[in-house]
Nanobody, 121 residues
Framework: QVQLVESGGDLVQPGGSLSLSCAAS????????MAWYRQAPGTQREWVAT???????SYADSVKGRFTISRDNAKNTVYLRMNNLKPEDTAVYYC???????????????WGQGTQVTVSS
């Protein structure tokens, strides 16, 4: 089975930085694209950033230039480096990964449990 374990959520002041990590574990054939989403209370979950297995990255306009997504394929881990944080970045951040459990199955999406990021003075 597969699970995603997130870490790094914290309280940080505006303008500060924070790094999130999410590691996939279990019976894994391959980890394809990995991504970060976030959801503030009472809002829809929104996409933040994606990184492919070949390290191609894309970002939501709201975080472009401030956030950096990266991955360590040997560790099946995705990271999100967040710089110049703003109060509007406050949300629960979720990682998502497209994972194949065998060579005969397509990738299925998996979600982490979420980690709280609060940007406040």
């Amino acid at each position: 089975q597969v699970q995603l374990v997130e870490s790094g959520g914290d309280l940080v002041q505006p303008g500060g930085s924070l790094s999130l990590s999410c590691a996939a574990s279990g019976r894994i054939y391959s980890v394809d694209r990995m991504a970060w989403y976030r959801q503030a209370p009472g809002t829809q979950r929104e996409w933040v950033a994606t990184i492919t297995s070949s390290d191609y990255t894309s970002y939501a306009d709201s975080v472009k230039g401030r956030f950096t997504i990266s991955r360590d394929n040997a560790k099946n881990t995705v990271y999100l480096r967040m710089n110049n944080l703003k109060p509007e970045d406050t949300a629960v951040y979720y990682c998502n990964a497209l994972i194949r459990q065998s060579m005969r199955t397509g990738g299925d999406g998996y979600w982490g449990q979420g980690t709280q990021v609060t940007v406040s003075s």
